[in-house]
């Protein structure tokens, strides 16, 4: 989810960095990638830890240009749509949003 979108000045002049953990079905990119193009930006690359290819496949459609880096791609995702065998709950860990 897109928690803020200030800049300190002309996002749309930058070369951006998008950076996330995890991309599982590519949903919250998704909505990162759109308030960056409704700001004007042009460039963007995308680092990450872990991807599922289902999640890539759906990026790439919908965002063609954009440069990914990612260190692991798992196969598919779970009933839940985690990826598998990824690395658990983590952001919901992290958060402390599940016990």
């Not at 963007?44 to 999640?55: A, I, K, Q, Y």
């Not at 240009?65 to 791609?73: D, G």
């Not at 009933?79 to 919901?92: A, L, Q």
Request: overall charge negative; glycine content about 10%.
């Amino acid at each position: 989810a897109v928690v803020s979108t200030q800049s300190t000045g002309d996002i749309a002049k930058c070369k951006v960095v998008v950076v996330d953990p995890m991309l599982a079905t590519g949903g919250s990119l998704d909505c990162a990638l759109e308030v960056l193009r409704e700001a004007g930006v042009e460039e963007v690359v995308f680092v990450n830890l872990f991807s599922c290819e289902e999640g890539l496949e759906m990026i790439q459609r919908r965002w063609p240009r954009l440069h990914t880096v990612t260190l692991h791609v798992d196969l598919m995702l779970d009933e839940r749509r985690y990826i598998v065998p990824g690395v658990g709950d983590f952001g919901d860990r992290y958060y402390g949003t599940v016990e």
